[in-house]
């Protein structure tokens, strides 16, 4: 008789750290390099490091629809491994990447026929303009690559296969930067290319990646351990429920990127140069921050998912205090290790005394916003886990309108400083766990648990 290996989540504190901490270290790594690779853009000078702003989010945009399919398609496979439906985990896998590849041939087209026309239109400078588009231009390729990076992640993710998370994102990350330090600059060998080259060292750095994840799944045998036969025929039902459940997360994630990208336009019509470089270095941090809230988050959608499966609804709501608790509590110190010593921080970007000074407003806005970010996306995710991914959109779009009017009317219309613009975040992040609390606590989201 064959001995199979579980795949029941562990839902205590213990389960829950070994399971999260090695998602926020491989989350964690890739920040660091985008964080490294802005530092080497400063070095440059303040228009490349605020143009970094732009392309970064910009691109931003298109990651965060891979994140929302990703995100549907680990609730999918959590949930089959709870119900011990071993076969169809992979089946899912493959049926996402399928749609992954197709979504980025359309955004590729997207960026280098519409985008550049775009920036013209929404008033940024003609010359900014052409050195973004010329950058996003090479680096909305890597979308390939990193789209099965993801899809593959989530696989692991739902075996509780965490720990091998680290060993791609180190393999991946420490490449990133070698290439950026190497291309941007001329070190190494490798051709002096300025601003393009941190585009050219990223596609790299995720080709490398997925080139990583697809190795060790196939050389460590980790379907075979799971006893799982990978199957690449193609069901019309599984693609059809893999884009039902991911359209509106893909749809969430792209609109509220899309949300900050406004953002960051209007930042850039209404603020100096040295002010947009505040802006890109509290989109780091933020970004860093993010690393273990969303990391939490992906454990939230795992262990609620696997819960599910089992038919254990009844534990939904423990698991969701306790996984906030033990976020808060890492969050926390994070803020107050921060708001010590902020010039560590801000000296990273090499722009002088004035640049550190005009940072620090700004950065305890964003400290206040990381700590609501930190239990906003567990609750989101949670109602991820429940398969209600249209409730999700909603949820979403509601935060969004509500931010965009904050924006518009606090940067725009009144013209009021960079700290009252970065408190959207509180705005925006407040909304989204209230809805999400309400939904959970008094929604009807029990019905039709069974849907998938």
Not at 35 to 46: D, E, K, Q, R, V
Not at 180 to 205: Q, T
Not at 351 to 362: A, D
Not at 410 to 435: K, N, P, Q, R, T
Request: proline content about 2%; overall charge neutral; aromatic content about 16%.
């Amino acid at each position: 008789m064959a001995t199979y290996t579980s795949l029941k989540v562990d839902t205590s504190v213990k389960g829950i750290i070994l399971l999260t901490l090695p998602i926020s270290m491989a989350k964690l790594i890739p920040e660091l390099n985008y964080l490294i690779n802005a530092a080497f853009l400063g070095h440059l000078g303040s228009v490349e490091l605020a143009l970094a702003g732009i392309t970064g989010v910009y691109f931003l945009i298109f990651s965060a629809i891979g994140y929302g399919l990703n995100n549907a398609l680990l609730a999918i496979m959590s949930r089959r491994a709870g119900e011990n439906n071993r076969d169809e985990i992979f089946s899912t896998l493959w049926h996402g990447l399928i749609i992954a590849t197709g979504l980025a041939a359309i955004f590729i087209l997207m960026t280098w026929f519409f985008l550049h026309p775009l920036m013209i239109f929404t008033g940024i400078d003609p010359e900014a303009a052409k050195i973004a588009g010329d950058f996003l231009d090479i680096r909305i390729c890597g979308l390939f690559f990193l789209y099965s990076l993801q899809m593959q992640n989530a696989y692991l993710i739902s075996l509780q296969q965490t720990k091998y998370l680290i060993v791609i994102a180190i393999v991946q990350s420490g490449l990133n930067i070698i290439l950026d330090y190497g291309l941007i600059f001329g070190h190494f060998g490798m051709p002096e290319m300025g601003f393009n080259g941190a585009a050219y060292a990223s596609v790299l750095s995720e080709f490398i990646g997925m080139i990583t994840v697809t190795l060790l799944i196939r050389v460590l045998k980790i379907s075979k351990r799971f006893q799982i036969i990978p199957k690449l025929k193609i069901s019309f039902k599984t693609l059809k429920l893999v884009f039902i459940q991911g359209f509106p997360l893909m749809s969430q994630y792209a609109v509220s990127t899309a949300a900050w990208w406004v953002f960051f336009i209007f930042v850039n019509r209404n603020y100096t140069y040295s002010e947009q470089a505040v802006s890109q270095a509290m989109r780091n941090l933020f970004g860093l921050s993010g690393v273990f809230s969303w990391a939490f988050g992906s454990s939230a959608n795992t262990i609620i998912s696997n819960l599910i499966g089992q038919g254990r609804q009844e534990e939904i709501f423990t698991i969701l205090r306790k996984l906030c608790i033990i976020s808060f509590t890492g969050m926390f110190f994070l803020v107050i290790i921060i708001n010590i010593f902020p010039s560590l921080f801000l000296g990273l970007y090499g722009q002088g005394s004035n640049f550190v000074n005009s940072g620090l407003g700004p950065l305890r806005i964003v400290s206040v916003a990381m700590l609501v970010l930190c239990i906003g996306v567990i609750w989101l995710n949670a109602v991820v886990a429940t398969g209600k991914t249209s409730v999700v959109f909603w949820i979403e779009f509601s935060g969004i309108l509500v931010y965009l009017v904050y924006v518009w009317v606090v940067i725009e219309l009144l013209g009021m400083d960079l700290e009252a613009a970065w408190m959207s975040e509180w705005v925006y992040w407040l909304l989204l766990f209230g809805l999400s609390y309400l939904y959970l606590t008094y929604g009807k989201w029990r019905e039709g648990l069974a849907y998938y």
